[in-house]
């Protein structure tokens, strides 16, 4: 038998979610990347108390969907695997660009840019490979890619926020140092870390000191 695994590009086209209305009164524009098992449109509703005149928010759609649960009634989606890495890296990058073309912000808006869960690993490699100005930044809950380094942020001067439950299962003490100390490293002094007494869900009262 002789295979081979082959390679090629093409168009592709993915929905994202907004919330509210754009206007000359938005303060705040967050651009929000959901955990695994979401979808965009119902991960806003995290947002939906925080003022709307002054915030608008646009969730990204990761772009893997499957069925969760033996019903296949429920459908979620995945950002990345394992599997080719890489490219799926470039293409949710490439991704998130076309979202923010499209949107077209104006300039005198705050960017924040918010990741939970496995969107962390999405927000954070996408403000590493392109040059999105944030005036905030908050990573919830999630791992920091292990490739990022310190030389990737070196221009960095946003506030950086790390939260996290400390009752969170998948963030035993031994992960929370680990995530902690990676933050520190990173970020050094603009980072605040924001540990709550929770478990592993959005905290939507943080959330809403943000906007």
């Known amino acids: ?3 081979a695994e082959k390679e090629i590009s093409y168009k592709s086209t993915n929905s994202y979610s907004t ?10 524009v967050w651009l929000v990347c959901h955990g695994l098992g979401y979808l965009s449109r119902y991960f806003l509703h995290y947002f939906k108390d925080l003022d709307a005149r002054q915030n608008y928010f646009i969730a990204a759609q990761a772009p893997s969907k499957y069925y969760q649960g033996k019903n296949f009634k429920h459908v979620g989606a995945c950002w990345f695997t394992k599997e080719n890495t890489t490219t ?27 990741g939970y869960s496995q969107g962390v690993s999405v927000a954070l490699r996408y403000l590493a490979y392109s040059n999105l ?36 299962a998948y963030l035993n003490l031994e992960r929370m140092t680990y995530e902690t100390n990676r933050a520190k490293d ?6 605040e870390i924001i540990p709550f007494n929770g478990t592993h869900d959005v905290n939507v009262k943080l959330i809403e000191h943000f906007g």
């Open 19 to 28: 919330l509210n209305t754009l206007t000359k009164d938005t303060k705040n």
């Open 186 to 191: 990173l970020f050094g002094t603009n980072l």
């Open 88 to 114: 799926e890296i470039d293409n949710v990058c490439n991704y998130l660009q076309a979202v923010l073309d499209a949107e077209a912000i104006p300039k005198d808006k705050n960017i924040i840019l918010f």
């Open 133 to 168: 100005k944030c005036n905030k930044i908050i990573i919830h809950s999630g791992g920091i890619p292990k490739e990022l380094e310190p030389e990737n942020f070196k221009n960095l001067n946003t506030k950086v926020a790390l939260i996290y439950g400390t009752k969170d």
């Open 1 to 3: 038998m002789n295979s």
